[in-house]
């Protein structure tokens, strides 16, 4: 499949998310009651975020002039897919077809719902990707492999899959350091990047530095004043309390 084409698929699938996803309350619902960490907000923030900044048409261009994507002896890569946050794993399906290589996919327990209806589109609008995306339950005749769990699941991954060229992803942990002057927008940002998608991103700050006698009532303040919705799932307020 040429370049151009798989470009062209993928900023028409942006504007159907737009249209047939985003506005499809039934399905966020539906995708919402099957993972309820996946809230109708956060899948909407999600997928905003794919369209304006995976299948942007600029964007997209500028990120494949980077490489040499020679289209011959294309290849099985199998993605096990995280569930962490919703479509977590879509950029991974991007990577594989851009790349001109066939994707043959195990979708996680947690996010069956939204990927499944997005691969629909984008077969509807280049009937080409349907013998390029292959799902699976046990990935096997593939060729290299990207897999994205825990460490004991990364543990795993690489007996299985060690064998072919891979990338396999961990635990990450990410932290923020305090310097007693931040503004009160500054400790709201700081707040987004602790609560979004209520912490389950690899990149959420987990761990906060502060200065010997930081008056901590002050953050959770800022936090709780603005950040007030997270309280509406009782399973995240017993576990922010």
Known sequence: MHLNTVITAFVSLGIEIENKIL???DLLLKAYYHNRWFTVANIKKSLTAVVNYYLNKEKLK????????????PKRVGIVMAGNLPLVGFHDLLCVLASGNT????????DK???????????????????????????KDIEAVIATGGNNAARYFDYYFGKYPNIIRKNRNAIAVLSGAETNEQLLALGNDVFQYYGLGCRNVSMIFLPEGYKIPKLLDVWEDNLNYLMDESSYKNNYD
């Open 113 to 139: 719902i939204l990927l499944p209806e997005i691969i629909s589109l984008l077969i509807a609008i280049e009937p080409q990707f349907k013998e390029k995306i292959i799902y699976a339950e046990i990935l």
């Open 62 to 73: 500028h990120w494949l002039s980077n490489y040499e994507i020679v289209a011959q002896n």
């Open 103 to 110: 994707a043959v996919i195990k979708l996680s327990s947690k």
């Open 23 to 25: 506005t499809n309350e």
